[in-house]
């Protein structure tokens, strides 16, 4: 089995040959085929949205995905949350010695699947290799570049009392499918991450002409710190439904065992949308007819005070804060 | 202090023995509960079932609650 | 999640709230022993729907919370030895020791390893022959059968390089300790669900037969709870006092006798150090000595670190029910979740994170 | 001290506190303080050019540099390559729990400093945290875009037979610097990395008018590997003058001991320039007159075959192949 | 670099070479023993500037190409062991065994450490009490003191965890190994600079003696070189064959006594096995008895691999001066320094890695 | 076979001694070679100095060379 080794990431022979027999065969096209240390556009005839992102996942090859999938979504998700038609990414890769060739030729497969869903090309790359015990297999760091149509202003700033919050489908699917996973864990369970493409579906709701507030993908700290920090931003209060935020069973019940929240859980393909009131019902509309929104949902509402707060009605009717996270999620078992 | 939940017995393999809860699975020890067979309920803390869990038992209970708030209607 | 969701059933919980609005007639304070308990109050927003008459406090029931710094500390310097895989539940990893905490120590690239249950660390020790696994074994009786389990397993399997840092509590003598305090004002007690299950409702019956006490074992879903402070209401009521086991799909009379026999097997009694409580006798299980080889101190020789009490932190008080985490003055200033002064704070389930996470909200 | 912990990248209050605190103060910008998924550019009046590398440098911190000022004037000179105008970089850290928060602070300022020098907005950023173990202290991931002036066409591409090859100072600086402390060899010199800024250089050479057909920082792989690079790209040999090419005296001693060339070494502030033969003069005296530039020479000349090799002359008058490096470089000692 | 860049004199250089093609009247096949020597005659170029009578051809001097490949795959078993640190000089990482190399173990995690100096292996073992230090002690003459002194140093330390897997080699025997053979076709050779620097001149005397074969001993750089050429081709001329040394200002008549001292404590001649050329006897040097804690091969109870000729690979040939890179149907294809078949590949200084890297170019 | 350069003695400690060789100052161990002082020269490798540098001898072989060449020359 052949493996990835310093030699990739000296600059020299191996180097090229991996460029050439891996990285442009899956990414070819004409921007890449350039070769210079600088990769040239065209000019971009509006403004310019950017983002960029790097994957640490572990394990690289998950049930719902991997990490190339997940670093081309991440980053193109990212993109469109801006309202910005996503263009083009670029491609990082930090690599372990030793981690093999062919683990490598999926990723890089996959992300040029994902990009061609996701319409956008793979503008320049950059591969390095660390020592063994360095990393942990493979780290990839996507950059993406955006257009964004006149006039759009989408960001966390703009939630207004009165304004509707939505998600497009059940939440902690990603995360708990990882957790599920880990050394020492081990359950069993059918849980896929929800790695998905949002632009198609933001295209969609764009579209239908509603008034679109905010939107974000719940990832990192999951639904609780994405509202959390848009409340800051926006400086407005949230009061959530426990009983109307769509929660898959096996992601309940994994969350019970361990004694974790699943509104603090990651996500990798879900969307959360703030729109005005007026519009809410039109824009679930268009989240449920999509393939991704099936189970999307209206889950509560925007108040103008009290400020930076999130809270959570329960469905016994108790009301309680739902906290911004602090620190690592650890499983309580005690 | 002690998280734990109810879970089914799957499939038992000695003192082991796969559970079931809520479409989690996972291998756990059932060496300290006495007389279990697949279909049971045990209550799973840290990886072993610390008690067995009376169906009979759960059902009055939920019969109690009705009984209870009924009278409240009442 | 079958014997879960009916019991948090909205419609039933309404009526039942309903009924003990009407009942609740006078200021009762009761204490729910169990971090189990106390979680699941703030979590379900349960305390706000509650006649305000009713006050519940929490007790000492988060095996973490009670942990003594000591402990912490003592873990802390293991990690420092290369010859040692320190394994621990989750939530151990983020208690404050004198300085720092086992998370800080594996931020250091120490071997601290979070596991589930302590027959993974069993598993580890197989794994690593080479390395002495060392267990932190926290728990009050329902988590003493597992860790019971992982010493005669690896007694059985003739591992020699598996032992635990021994600092398992008990809850009947801890009740007891608290009870007889006394500016102490609880009316009665829901007892902690899944220790009664390994123990059984025998050894609350003190509680009635000695201090006139109700007390209710209870079960962890909103209806279980609310039906607890029901019957504790209606003893008060009819000034009738005893036990009654509300929890009787998983709590016998008897509890789990091979539950039992295991720990009896492993532990002995032993008094325990409660992180502001001090020592109290009766409250502590330690290996017998045929299985002294498996106790950490013992067999590496080392001295455990002496305890210092935390300056500001009242958790002793808390814990005692004598003060509520709004009393401290280091709450939500120099104590926070991510930055914890006192063992309350650092257990998700511990009162004062408790109540930092899920201050309540009226509208 | 302040440690990093893996609740520095879990997306919760820790991490904020992270980005307010450290990367904010800072890094600060108009554009940076939008705070949403994507940051949004103005309009790039022209074509963009866009460059992305990883930075995993052992140690971070080394004479003449860190790893902060190298990832951004890595990407910046890379900008500068294309004859493109440096106007924006992202920052994308990956971090070992348990590096220090103090060395950190210093890498962020060492970006922010190098960033006003190359006058670049940082635009955009990442955190994650990865265990201890599983990364060497931190990697730095620096994408950057620029603005192309209409009409330049500078590329790898474009050397024909007669062009003259110059570069801007002694070769090998940087990588021996770093090996000189390598655990274990420990060799006391005064050597400093030349990680340095080259496109104020390029702009005072595209100023002079001259006709420049290639640009390029030999990095990685030395000399060597990047005219090999070109001779492939533009299907041209080349013929160097050894005695024409500086490299300092401690250089070439600590090669010398390790047995390695120092044509195959990395450089982080060198400009490789490919000229026509009749503007090469003028380019080599603009860039003995700027201050990176001093020891600039004129190295050799492009011919049109053989095609895709490099040679050199050596100082006693023979002749011998400069191949590609294969794998990585290995001191020999016997 | 002082006296060292003296003697690389571009204008004496072009004289010198004027003067050889003066002398150069008949084909003249000039071995240089040393890979140093083939190394610095490619990077200066100097094979294109003599004239074509004068045919220079490569010997067994990289004790990195003549190391055999059961002693790569032994060192490789090494790393498999998790008590084992294995250390080695550069080039010897790139070396393939049967399966893999030191650099690909290293790749998959395996602790494999680059050392500057044999004495860097022994501080590592004073670093790491737990684990067994190896140093794959290969090289000639000149390295040989410095691994006799590291075990010296390791004996006198008392330092346990210490030891070498041998395959130390010697020069002299090993070339009149060469020497003896039939179809050899050599007039004169290039003896080791750096190896005479240890060992003198004496030991060469044989050359000239026994065989009537013209030698040189010269230093590295284009003068030195030069300059043995053209005294070999002198003596020629002469008929007169003796022993010259060349490089005086660094090789005396009796070598480095001290160095030579060290060698004979710590160790004694034996055979040993050379890729390509199999067993010599009185070629290589071995712990004596009282070192023989030390041998990583008695201390660990080892067994060495078997030596498997490599297919196609001419290697054996070259090293004999027989054959040159070109007549191997594997070089430049099969075999190129970042995938080397044989030994003469894989050292940048080896025979074929030198013509595959530094191919002439006469313009 | 064994690359080795000349090194001059800048600073000795017992049988280790700080060399320089131009601009590259190294630890070294100069167990093995005798009666070296300050300023004297010796052949460095792995680490190790095998050899003394005779400067008288360097210079003759120099001036043997220039004869040569002289020769030649005339
Ligand atoms: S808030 Fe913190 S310091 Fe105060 S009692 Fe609770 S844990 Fe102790
Ligand atoms: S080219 Fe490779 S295979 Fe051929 S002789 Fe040389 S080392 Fe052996
Ligand atoms: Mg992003
Ligand atoms: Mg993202
Ligand atoms: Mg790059
Ligand atoms: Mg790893
Ligand atoms: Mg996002
Ligand atoms: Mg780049
Ligand atoms: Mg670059
Ligand atoms: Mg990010
Ligand atoms: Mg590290
Ligand atoms: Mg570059």
Known sequence: MELITLAHGSGGKSSHQLIE???????RNDILEQRNDASVLPEILGRIAVSTDSFVIHP??????????????GTVNDLAMSGAKPLYITAAFIIEEGFPLKDLEKIVASMSEAAKAAE??????????????????IYINTTGIGILPKDMNIGGQNAKGGDKILVSGTLGDHGTAIMALRKGFEFVTDLESDCGLLSGMIQEILQAGADIKVLRDPTRGGLAATLNEISQQSKVGMLLEEGAIPVKQAVRSLCEILGLDPLYIANEGKLLVIAAEEDAERVLAVMKNHPLGKDAAMIGTVMDSPKGQVYLKTEIGGTRILHMPAGELLPRIC | MCVAVPVEIVKIDGTEAWVNFGGVQKMVSIALVEDV?????????????VSRLDRKEAEKTLELFKAYTMMQKE | ????????????????????????????IIMEVCGTHTMSIFKSGLRGLLPPQVR???????????TPQSYIDTAIQLTERQDVILTAFGDMLRVPGTEGSLMAQKSKGRDVRMVYSPMDAVQLALDNPHKEVVFLAVGFETTAPAIALSVDQAKKADIHNYSILQSIKTMPNTME??????????????????????????????????YGLPAVIAGFESLDILMGIYHILDMMDKKDYKVVNEYTRLVSEEGNLKALEMITKIFEVTASVWRGLGSIEGTGLKLKQEYENYDTVKKLGIQMASEQPVKGCICGEILKGKACPLDCRLFSTACTPENPVGACMVSEEGTCAAYYKYGEFRD
């Open chain 1, 60 to 73: 690289v090859f998950f049930p719902g995905g991997d990490i190339g999938k997940l670093s081309v979504y």
């Open chain 2, 37 to 49: 067979k697949v279909g049971d309920y045990v209550l799973l803390h840290a990886g072993c079932a």
């Open chain 1, 21 to 27: 027999g891996l990285f442009y065969k899956y990414f």
């Open chain 3, 177 to 210: 300790a608290l009870v007889v305090e006394e500016d102490i004002q609880i009316h009665g007690f829901l007892c902690p669900g899944h220790v009664s299950a390994v123990i059984g409702v025998k050894p609350y019956r003190f509680l009635s037969e000695k």
């Open chain 3, 56 to 66: 519940l406090i929490s007790g000492p029931g988060c095996p973490v919370c009670v």
């Open chain 1, 120 to 137: 956008v090309k793979i503008i320049a790359g950059d591969t390095k290799v660390v020592e063994a015990g360095s990393a942990d297999q």
């Open chain 3, 1 to 28: 999640m079958k014997y879960l969701t009916e019991f948090r059933d909205p419609a039933l919980t309404k009526t039942l709230i309903q009924k003990i609005e009407k009942k609740a007639i006078q200021e009762v």
